[in-house]
């Protein structure tokens, strides 16, 4: 007989604060200075060669399984696997990627997903 390794269950509450958290450690936990943005971690470990942006990538993909925990419906879930993707694969491409992921904030799109089916329920 195989043992089933149990997750705790947490509150609705308790994974959006998870998720807040970790969007803005993602995507602007630092002040630019004299620019008046912020940026994050996606932006600046975005830069290191391969790694980085899969990095990320794994990391945007934690809020879609905290969406799907939430009751997401699979069209919300697809676009934010969408805006993943999209960061992943723009984000990778040298210098311009580094640019890109500066302006289009994949983890901070799903955040407002997120909060939009929060707002539903």
Do not use: C, H
């Not at 996606?42 to 925990?69: H, Q, S």
């Amino acid at each position: 007989m195989t043992a089933v390794l149990a997750l705790p269950r947490t509150s609705a509450l308790d994974a959006r604060a998870r998720i807040e958290r970790l969007e803005f450690l993602l995507e602007g936990a630092v002040r630019i200075p004299g620019l008046g943005t912020r940026i994050g971690a996606d932006a600046l470990i975005g830069l290191v060669p391969g790694v980085g942006d899969a990095a990320m990538a794994a990391m945007g993909l934690y809020l879609v399984w905290e969406a799907r925990n939430l009751g997401a419906s699979r069209m919300t879930l697809l676009r934010m696997l969408a805006n993943v993707g999209i960061d992943a694969a723009l984000g990778s491409v040298p210098v311009a990627g580094d640019v890109f992921d500066f302006f289009f904030r994949s983890n901070s799109r799903n955040l407002k997903l997120i909060r939009r089916l929060a707002a539903q329920a």
